[in-house]
């Protein structure tokens, strides 16, 4: 199956920048659709941003204006850029693609381990 992994959390003082990444195992290009979900207080999930063919992209009202999407397709990684953190932000970042099913109107969801984002004060 389709394998995702995430990389770039960290420990951030309020404020302050972290750009994560996801790796795809297939091409991005191919996909459905790509992007990041939080857990965060009490295993609590949120979408932050998605991106679906087409050229649709979501964000959370709480990552508008300060985090930002961007793939290389070349590489089959896809980023999550993340400014001016708030101590809000802290969670487990988890990145997730669907994949289109061959010859079916369905998709098929694959997702990371997710990894931690910590934003002190």
């Known amino acids: 199956q389709v394998e995702v992994m995430e990389s770039g959390g960290g420990l951030v003082q309020a404020g302050g920048s972290l750009r994560l990444s996801c790796t795809v195992s297939e091409s991005i290009s191919s996909m459905h659709a790509m992007g990041w979900d939080r857990q965060g207080e009490g295993n609590t999930r949120a979408m932050v941003t998605r991106?679906?063919?087409?050229?649709?992209?979501e964000y959370a009202d709480f990552a508008k204006d300060r985090f930002t999407f961007s793939r290389d397709d070349s590489k089959n990684v896809f980023y999550l850029q993340m400014n001016n953190l708030k101590p809000e932000d802290t969670g487990i970042y988890i990145c997730?693609?669907?994949?289109?099913?061959?010859?079916?109107?369905?998709?098929?969801?694959?997702w990371g381990q997710g990894t931690q984002v910590t934003v002190s004060l």
């Open positions: 991106f679906t063919v087409g050229g649709i992209f």
């Open positions: 997730s693609v669907s994949k289109r099913n061959p010859g079916m109107y369905s998709n098929t969801h694959y």
